[in-house]
T-cell receptor, first 116, second 110 residues
Framework: AQSVTQLDSQVPVFEEAPVELRCNYS??????LFWYVQYPNQGLQLLLK??????LVESINGFEAEFNKSQTSFHLRKPSVHISDTAEYFC??????????????FGQGTILTVHP | NAGVTQTPKFRVLKTGQSMTLLCAQD?????MYWYRQDPGMGLRLIHY???????AKGEVPDGYNVSRLKKQNFLLGLESAAPSQTSVYFC?????????FGSGTRLTVV
């Protein structure tokens, strides 16, 4: 079984400042990692994912996350945030091996609020 | 490209009433899931299905039942709704660790 801990429930930041949303996971097997974003009153959208290869993954809107196996972390970063990045962000993991119907396990969510 | 469609989008129930949430996917995905989202708790898995005619319990299955009579549909039932089941419900389907989520159903039990 896996578990995910998002270390900050809320992160307030000013526009154009950098931000880091922290995610740690626990698992006895290899995992794939995901970040999802949920804008107010909307569903979940995939932001980025790590399946294999380069440990640094990027999204099309400037976010990046780095898989750190030794620290069991997958922190999300953006060098300069915009008002439109205000949303709730969820980190999720799934087992990388075994059956291919892996169940996603989510963290508690981090609400990012970008102030002007 | 509808993806995953959930109906209804909103519903208010009285305690003790029953209802069924419908999830339909048009991607021929084998695997489907029902999650509930509560503030500060992320999304928690209620039930899932690995194929037509099969279902299994997730993390928080109590008070819910599911059925997958057709591959494209995954139904979530509440037989006797309780205020603790007030939540936003998300359906998802997947293939090869690629997940598609529906837009959610906001359920309030009064």
């Amino acid at each position: 079984a896996q578990s995910v801990t998002q270390l900050d429930s809320q992160v307030p930041v000013f526009e154009e400042a950098p931000v880091e949303l922290r995610c740690n996971y626990s698992s006895s097997v290899s995992v794939y990692l995901f970040w999802y974003v949920q804008y107010p009153n909307q569903g979940l959208q995939l932001l980025l994912k790590y399946l294999s290869g380069s440990t640094l993954v990027e999204s099309i809107n400037g976010f990046e996350a780095e898989f750190n196996k030794s620290q069991t972390s997958f922190h999300l970063r953006k060098p300069s945030v915009h008002i439109s990045d205000t949303a709730e962000y969820f980190c999720a993991v799934v087992n990388a091996g075994g059956t291919s119907y892996g169940k996603l396990t989510f963290g508690q969510g981090t609400i990012l609020t970008v102030h002007p | 490209n509808a993806g995953v469609t959930q109906t209804p989008k909103f519903r208010v129930l009285k305690t003790g009433q029953s209802m069924t949430l419908l999830c339909a996917q048009d991607m021929n995905h084998e695997y489907m899931y029902w999650y509930r989202q509560d503030p500060g708790m992320g999304l928690r898995l209620i039930h899932y299905s690995v194929g037509e005619g099969t279902t299994a319990k997730g993390e928080v299955p109590d008070g819910y039942n599911v059925s997958r009579l057709k591959k494209q549909n995954f139904l979530l039932g509440l037989e006797s709704a309780a205020p603790s089941q007030t939540s936003v419900y998300f359906c998802a389907s997947s293939r090869n660790r690629g997940y598609t989520f529906g837009s959610g159903t906001r359920l309030t039990v009064v």
